[in-house]
Structure formats: C-alpha cells, structure tokens
C-alpha cells in the first residue's frame, strides 16, 4: 500500500509490554529505505522556514536532500557544520516544537521528520565510522570550558574547529553533564553520548574529569594561573527544587535528579551487574509533568514498581513533557493522577513513605505564564498509596561557580546575568545554558553555546 504522503513514515519501536523490562532504547530509528522514503516528502523550500525554528541553525533542506539522493556523507557534513552533537539532539530536542513546527507539509499534514532523519545520517555515520576532523591552524588563544553538557560540549567544539585551544573542565567522572545522568538510557543510550563526546575530542578538545570548579580551581585562578584567555560557564540547573510540604524528609523521597543520576550515572539501570543504593517501592509517585518527570516514572517501572502515577496538579493540556514522551508512558502503563496536587507525605513509624495526602483541583483564569491558573477544591483530600516519591517540579543552578568567581552578576534565582551573547559582567567570562537560563532543553543550551563561541572568538581576535 502506497504511503500518504501527508504523513510522517513511522519509527518502529519496542513493544511497550516487553520495553518496561529492559533499559534498550525504544524506537529503533529508520532504515536507509525509509529515511529516503522520509527525505522525499521534503518540498526543499526556497525560504526553509524551518531553519528558523533550530536553534544551532542547521541547514536543514541541504542535509535532507542529500538523503533523498543517498549522498549520506555529504548530508552529514552539511549537518555537522552546524551541529557537533547530532545523534543526540534526533534523539531528544523537541522538534515537534521547533524545525517542525515551521515545516511547510505542517499545514496540511505532518512535518517531515526532521528529528528521525537527524537520527538516521547521525547513527549512519556511526555506524560506517566517523572519520577524523580537518583541524585548523591553532590561533595561540586558550579557551576554559567549564561544564560538559550540552552547552560546554558545543561551545568547546565550535571554538575547536576556529583553532583555538580548548579545555572542557567537567566535576563528574564521565562527560556529557545531564545527557548522563539525567536522561535515562532507554531514551539516550550512554554509548552514543560517548561517541559523540569522542567526536569533540577528535577536533582537539582537552578534558579533565573529577574537576570541581569552585573548589578544585576557580575562574579567578583559570585566569591568573592557568593562562586562559577566556572562560565559558556551562554548569547547568543540577540543584533540585522541592515542595515545600511536610515529610519531604521522609525515607523515599527523591528528587528526581537524585533518582535519575543513582539510575544513570551509578549504573542502576545494569542491575544486577551493579549493586547500586537505590530504593523502589512497589507504588510510586513522581510530581510533576514534564520530560523528567516522564522519564522518572518510565525508569521506576523499569526498576520494579508496579503502580506509577503522575501527579500534577494541571491538566493534561498543560502538561509541559514532549507529547511522545507522554504517549511513551501511557503505553507503558504509568497512571495519570491530572488536577491533583500533594500537600503532604505520610510516614510509618519507622521514617519511610507510606502515603501521599492530596486535594483535587481545579482550573481557573490563565496565570502569567498563560497556562490555567489552578486551585484547590474544598473538602477534596485523600491519599494516595505510594510508598516512594519523585519530585520532579524543576531544578536551578548550583551556586558553586558564581559565588567563588569574581565580578560576576547572578540572578535571582542564582543564575548567571548573560546578554543574548553569553557575556557576563566579568571580562573574558561567558555563561550559556541552563545556569543562565535555569533549566531548559538539550538544544537551548546547545544554541546558547554555540552563539557564545562565536562572540568568544571575536573577542579573541580582537585581542
């Protein structure tokens, strides 16, 4: 049967009953035949609209015509121009929001899938070998990059390929900052992050691991005594944020970057290979209803639980998780507690969680941020049985790096002033990501570093 053409081609996947037992990622990508198939539905747009919803700025019709036309390595070289971190960014950036959104086949259809042919040329590359990098003629300038997540990885990468000398300076022991240990395996396999963290290597980057910035070495001290002639901050939102209700305190509670970084980062998803300390009862609730959140509940089924419930206290319309995330855990059997909103977690007499007091609500007027106000209905508590919870209501920056540089201006949630450059208010210092923004999408801070190393290295020049 002929394929309509207003459609997107489908991305098989795993099948959701066997996925909750495995940490595999869920679709399995495209194949060559359909990714040409897809490329095919592209109009090549003389205007491209959507180039302007991609915030590295990928030429996106160049990359997907020569898909179309099977010229893979021309394609990922148009890609790769733009964007270091591709099979990442088709794996997790919300394009449905962003390059689609702008898509021209949108408005009497679907977009072309312009996330999963990113995934394709990337994984293709992968796959054939990715092959060394032209380097530069080295400029004598040293750029400090402090941070390895998605703004630090594409900022050092972008300055690399200007040749310049450039060191990442990441506090963990493994690169790739919350592409790690706070997005779960079956969504980002941690082999891909490796290879593509490889691939900013290969164009010249230094990397020091286990480095704590504000403790191990300051800014100041990257300046006076290291020599660099320039600093970008990328250290991201890693602090949790919490309710404020009575028995957070309680023995199994999580933030949820807790429980995603004792998942990812210390292995829990190889269990029984690694022993890690984690606890997951058998009913589970994660606050919240964004993509971590998503990912939080999808990761406690995978760890055992047998009931997970989302609770937020909106709607399902104002829900700001990507819909594919949504629909991931739906399948997968994670229960939605909608217009629900906890005010307290009930404790056994021995200090664990044995139950989650909530009130229903419901939604009134919009609010600032245009979402509907909720509130409280009156007389409406009950309890949910759970015997762990997630917060997963957002995360800022830690206020490691700002309070132990000098000069530099903070907000007032404890992140970085930056201009629509990434300058901050100290000489040579930029700030890009998360700990400008407070926390974001992988591709916001992408494009933050990538504009932040364009300005860097006009100041160098300038020099």
Known sequence: MAHDVKKKHPMEEQNPQERVKNFDEVPFGYDIDTAVAEAERCLDC???PCRQGCPVEVNIPAFIMSIKDRKFEESIAAMKADNSLPAICG???PQESQCESFCVRAKKGEPVGIGRLERFIADWQLKEGVKDPELPEPTGKKVAVVGAGPAGLTCAGDLAKLGHEVTMYEAFHTPGGVLVYGIPEFRL????????VDYIQRLGVKLETNMVIGKTITVDELFDEQGFDAVFIGTGAGLPTFLGIPGENLLGVYSANEFLTRTNLMKAYRFPEFDTPIH???NVAVVGAGNVAMDSARTALRLGAENVYIVYRRSDK???ARLEEIH???EEGVQFRLLTNPIGINGDDKGWVKGMECMQMRLCEPDESGRCRPEPIEDSNFVLDVDTVVVAVGQTPNPLVPQTTTGLKTGR?????ADEFGKTSREG???????????ATVINAMGAGKMAAKNIDEYLKSK
């Open 429 to 439: 210092v930029w700030a890009g990501g998360d700990i400008v923004t407070g926390a």
């Open 46 to 48: 003389k205007k491209a």
């Open 189 to 196: 396999p941690k082999e891909i992050v490796a290879k593509e």
């Open 91 to 93: 794996r997790v950036c």
């Open 328 to 330: 991931h855990a739906e």
């Open 318 to 320: 104002e829900m700001p």
């Open 413 to 417: 949630k404890g992140t970085i002033d």
């Open 280 to 282: 997951v009862g058998k």
